[in-house]
């Protein structure tokens, strides 16, 4: 029989990635593409969430972006990634981005976001990830905030599904026309 997940810290999954932003990564007036920024974005939340489950992971949702400021070429961008709150094969994560100029020293905030990571098995079966373990004030908020992202989802995908049916109850079906 298999053994529950065993619950894990904050700091055992926390995960940070630090690039280069080249020329090829920039629009044409040089600054760094909004889509290779949400792909560092997914790359080191999956980082965070691959570590908590311990299994390997697929993005469900990318929930929250702000661009804050422009990246600029020759810029270092630095993310860092934790996992607010795992639910039962479902794990919140939020990533927080930074921009670093090397040559004048300053570091500022570009990016936040929140990500949903589902864990699954060789054949993208479902799998139950451990318990996080929320212990300071900060993991907390962000533990309580995660749930409360949940619920809105589920309010939002409700609204969606009933708009849905109501649509297709006044659209007649194709044999009736
Ligand atoms: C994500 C995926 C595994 C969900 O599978 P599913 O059979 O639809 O699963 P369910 O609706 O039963 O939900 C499973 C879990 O995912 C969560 N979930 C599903 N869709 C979600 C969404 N859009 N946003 C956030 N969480 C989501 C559910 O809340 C649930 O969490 P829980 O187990 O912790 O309670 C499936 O939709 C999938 O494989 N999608 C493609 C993933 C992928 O390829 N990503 C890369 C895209 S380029």
Do not use: C
Not at 2 to 12: F, I, K, L, M
Not at 92 to 113: I, L, P
């Amino acid at each position: 029989m298999s053994q529950a997940p065993q619950p894990r810290s904050v700091s055992d999954s926390q995960s940070e990635m630090t690039e280069l932003v080249l020329p090829n990564d920039t629009n044409t007036l040089g600054n760094l593409l909004g889509g290779r920024l949400m792909h560092f974005i997914d790359l080191v939340g999956a980082m965070a969430a691959y570590r908590h489950a311990r299994a390997h992971v697929v993005t469900a949702s990318m929930e929250h972006i702000d661009f804050i400021a422009p990246v600029h070429v020759g810029d270092l961008v630095i993310l860092k990634a934790s996992v607010n709150r795992a639910f039962q094969t479902s794990m919140d994560v939020g990533v927080k981005a930074w921009v670093e100029n090397a040559m004048a020293g300053t570091r500022r905030h570009v990016s936040s976001a929140y990500l949903t990571f589902v864990a699954v098995d060789e054949n993208g079966r479902r799998l139950p990830v451990p318990p996080l373990v929320a212990v300071t004030p900060e993991e907390l908020r962000r533990h309580e905030d995660a749930g409360r992202r949940r619920q809105q989802r589920e309010r939002e995908h409700e609204r969606r599904r009933q708009n849905e049916a109501a649509r297709e109850a006044l659209s007649p079906a194709p044999a009736d026309r």
